[in-house]
């Protein structure tokens, strides 16, 4: 079963604008993490942020951590063209299992 | 460093026959993962690897999926017989070690069932 879901399914924004991503889980987790999938490519990590964190920041990445609402956000800055695509939150429990969400869609429009 | 490469890209099969798909993770890496991604969703785990043991295949469809990973480096996952409702993007992943970073994956194998 999916531990996370994210919010909004889809999301469509003009290039410099802001986008802000929510994803909320279940169970306790090690730590969440964000991933980017381009159109037919594989998965790449954007930041990973544990337990013990509220908030991170990489480059124009910004994520904060809930874990008393089991709630995370990713927050993409000033964003680009090159930026369209899908956004997986993951979820790390015990004994190393990552488990995704269903993704947002996010189309930045030039 | 090399990233993890997956063989073949692409796979078009009939239902009913059997496909392999192969995985070589980052050297060094003792977990390796595979992921089936159905269009439109999330990836889901189908088994993890330490090393060349199995530590967690739960999600696995044994009566036709199997996997296994020799000398723990490189990975095959095995579909025997498919089914149209295999038609997915079979993701394989390696890490280091949990906890510390991100998982790195391959590009992934397009099956398709007709």
């Known amino acids: 079963s999916q531990q996370g879901e994210e919010d909004p399914q889809a999301l469509s924004i003009q290039e410099g604008e802001n986008a802000t991503m929510n994803c909320s889980y279940k169970t306790s987790i090690n730590n969440l993490q964000w991933y980017r999938q381009n159109s037919g490519r594989g998965l790449v990590h954007l930041i990973l942020i544990r337990s013990n964190e509220r908030e991170k920041h990489s480059g124009r990445l910004r994520v904060t951590l809930d874990t008393s609402k089991k709630s995370s956000s990713l927050l993409i800055t000033a964003s680009r063209a090159a930026d369209t695509a899908s956004y997986f939150c993951?979820?790390?429990?015990?004994?190393?299992?990552?488990?995704f969400g269903e993704g947002t869609q996010l189309t930045v429009n030039p | 460093e090399a990233g993890v490469a997956q063989s073949p890209r692409y796979k078009i099969i009939e239902k009913r026959q059997s496909v392999a798909f192969w995985c070589n993770p980052i050297?060094?890496?003792?977990?390796l993962y595979w992921y089936q991604q159905i269009l439109g969703q999330g990836p889901k785990l189908l088994i993890q690897f330490q090393n060349n043991g199995v530590v967690d295949d739960s999600q696995l469809p044994k009566d036709r999926f199997s996997a296994e990973r020799l000398k723990g480096v490189d990975s095959t996952l095995k579909i025997q017989p498919a089914k149209l409702e295999d038609s997915a993007v079979y993701l394989c992943?390696?890490?280091?070690?949990?906890?510390?970073?991100?998982?790195?994956f391959g590009s992934g194998t397009r099956l398709t069932v007709v």
């Open positions: 992943a390696s890490s280091l070690f949990w906890g510390l970073d991100g998982y790195t």
């Open positions: 993951a979820t790390e429990t015990s004994g190393s299992r990552l488990t």
């Open positions: 050297s060094g890496h003792a977990t």
